[in-house]
Nanobody, 121 residues
Framework: QLQASGGGLVQAGDSLRLSCAAS????????MAWFRQAPGKEREFVAT????????DYADFVKGRFTISRDNTRNTLYLQMSELKPEDTAVYYC????????????????WGQGTLVTVSS
């Protein structure tokens, strides 16, 4: 019900936009979010956005570089990433249907399959 796409191999300093198409229950979900998991590390919070898009929250390490947005007419969530760094290399997951802390992956009930972003130096 969540399909992430847009990952790829880019160079440091490049930009990339991830998309997450929602369907079913997640298509009309409220808050949505992006998380990421680097090799050998735990999954971590990246950004979240409210149902209307009026409220966003970011992890400190992406503030000023990443922008989360959504188009509810298309049931699609986006993550615009700029000034990418090698340490941004990870599988990026979109998530929906939250109950609890908006920064905790345990709070989200639906997950996309992930899309790999690789940033070379």
């Amino acid at each position: 019900q969540l399909q992430a796409s847009g990952g790829g191999l880019v160079q440091a300093g490049d930009s990339l936009r991830l998309s997450c198409a929602a369907s079913g229950r997640t298509g009309s979900s409220g808050r949505m979010a992006w998380f990421r998991q680097a090799p050998g590390k735990e999954r971590e919070f990246v950004a979240t956005i409210s149902r209307t898009g009026s409220t966003t929250d970011y992890a400190d390490f992406v503030k000023g570089r990443f922008t989360i947005s959504r188009d509810n007419t298309r049931n699609t969530l986006y993550l615009q990433m700029s000034e990418l760094k090698p340490e941004d290399t990870a599988v990026y997951y979109c998530a929906a249907v939250v109950s609890g802390s908006i920064r905790s992956d345990r709070s989200y009930g639906y997950w996309g399959q992930g899309t790999l972003v690789t940033v070379s130096s």
